[in-house]
């Protein structure tokens, strides 16, 4: 039977005793206890020794007992401050006062007469203070009944606590004593050799540690891309293959850019408190505004009525943290005002929604464009139908949607598998109320999709919390995708 060096040592060391303690055994190895349990537990595993576990009850000193283990109970050290008669009043001026008063009347310690305090003289100490001192001076190694005296008491006065003490007894089998009659051989054993050691022949009559070919070594896990990382960069490199190029932009928006550029009225609900992270900062408006407050006020140039009423550029100076990523589309746009285009973002967006299994207040948002002459409704379909396929999609509808910047407007959604038919987004044609003022005359096609809930369905998770913890396991079991990012 091949034993580590640490196996016979404690075999050995039972031979003498047959039973003891593990803590006795670790001081008579010179280990710590929690290694020569371990060391134990690989013996009993080899049915060479019994390991039977005993857990006790101690009672500990929590940070206020200690405090006063050292200085006295609160009635103690005002006691012996009490040398002469003293009013209430002027006693109550000490800073343990509060604590000690009650106490001092409830053990009998002091007299009280017209508000005139008299203490006791020699006042023996009481059990509960010989308890403290008891526990302190033994540091918790003795075993209190916790019922019984001043122990009670220190524990109600939260002056003291139970805690559980696991402690080993260890005892040798007889299969332990044969392999100890038999002789081991206990001395230090090598389990690197050096070159003068090959060289020299001396390994040869070295105590060398001794290995299985069979046994598993431990498994080692090498750093690896977050597996909703791995699904955001395939979606990436899909777009890519496909033409597009990827756009940018900051996580703080001002409200024009976020709502009034995509036609979305200043009194919309979308804008309230309770759907929208509002930050005290503001950010100037771009040139040529003031297209904008036509198009809201009046319709503009489009033939549209507009919204009407007022248009206040201090509302649109206010800034956000970005609600959707429609607003990096649109600033694209205003720099990019030429067909032909194709281009889409990744962006983290923020809205104030209540967390639960497929909600969170941050989320990843894909944002797409295309612009071009003579596109139709007809091939953003298309689009999202080889889009989805290529992504792991193969049942695609749409069904009718509204949004503020699009007309018309649909809202796609994927078969999947015990869930049923579910919402990814939504997508249409720009309005022409958004796309106007920048000078663009052509249609653009564009949809914000939700790719955290992309991610969550192709990993086949019911929390969308998941995406966002630190759950080492979780990662570790993913399947990896190995992603070649081509642009």
Request: net charge neutral; with cysteine.
């Amino acid at each position: 039977m091949d034993l580590t060096i640490n196996e016979k040592r404690v075999l050995v060391a039972l031979a003498e005793v047959k039973s003891v303690d593990a803590a006795v055994l670790a001081e008579k190895l010179n280990a710590s206890v929690e290694a020569v349990a371990q060391w134990a537990h690989l013996c009993a595993d080899r049915g060479l020794v019994n390991l039977e576990m005993k857990v006790s009850e101690i009672v500990v000193l929590t940070e206020e007992g200690r405090k006063y283990a050292d200085e006295g109970l609160p009635e103690r050290q005002i006691l012996v401050s009490i040398d002469r008669p003293t009013s209430i009043a002027e006693l109550a001026k000490h800073p343990l006062s509060k604590i000690a008063i009650g106490w001092l009347k409830k053990k009998d310690w002091i007299t009280i007469d017209k508000g005139i305090v008299t203490a006791k003289l020699d006042v023996p100490e009481r059990a509960d203070e010989l308890v403290l001192r008891r526990i302190r001076e033994n540091m918790g190694k003795d075993i209190l009944q916790t019922t019984s005296g001043g122990c009670g008491e220190l524990i109600k006065r939260g002056l003291a606590e139970i805690s559980k003490m696991v402690s080993w007894n260890v005892s040798i089998t007889p299969e332990g004593e044969s392999a100890t009659a038999a002789g081991l051989d206990i001395r230090e054993e090598v389990g690197t050799l050096s070159r003068e050691q090959i060289l020299s022949g001396k390994w040869k009559s070295l105590p060398l540690r001794r290995y299985s070919v069979n046994k598993l070594p431990k498994k080692i896990y090498g750093g690896r891309v977050h597996p909703n990382q791995q699904i955001l960069d395939e979606i990436r490199s899909l777009l890519f293959g496909m033409g597009f190029t990827e756009f940018h932009g900051s996580i703080v928006q001002n409200a024009f850019w976020n709502f009034d550029a995509l036609y979305q009225p200043q009194d919309h609900p979308a804008r309230e408190m309770q759907d929208t992270f509002h930050l005290g900062e503001e950010m100037e408006l771009p040139a040529g505004w003031e297209k904008i407050r036509e198009i809201h006020t009046t319709g503009g140039c489009t033939g549209s009525t507009g919204w009407g009423g007022e248009w206040s550029p201090n509302i649109a100076r206010k800034c956000v943290l970005r609600t959707h990523s429609t607003p990096l589309s649109i600033q694209y746009l205003a720099q990019n005002p030429k067909p032909p285009a194709k281009a889409f973002s990744i962006s983290r967006v923020y809205r104030r929604e209540t967390i639960d299994p497929t909600h969170l207040p941050e989320f990843e948002q894909l944002e797409g464009i295309v612009m071009d002459r003579d596109l139709t409704f007809g091939h953003l379909l298309g689009f999202f139908k080889e889009f989805f396929s290529r992504i792991g999609f193969e049942s695609v509808r749409f069904r009718p949607g509204y949004f503020p910047y699009t007309e018309p407007s649909v809202e796609p959604e994927v078969w999947v598998d015990g869930l049923g038919w579910v919402e990814l987004g939504g997508a249409g044609l720009f309005r022409k109320e958004v796309t106007t003022p920048w000078g663009i005359d052509c249609p653009v096609l564009a949809w914000g999709l939700g790719v955290s809930r992309v991610s969550m369905l192709r990993m086949g998770l019911t929390d969308l919390r998941q995406l966002y913890r630190s759950d080492t396991d979780w990662i570790r079991a993913s399947p990896v995708r190995r992603v070649q990012l081509c642009r």
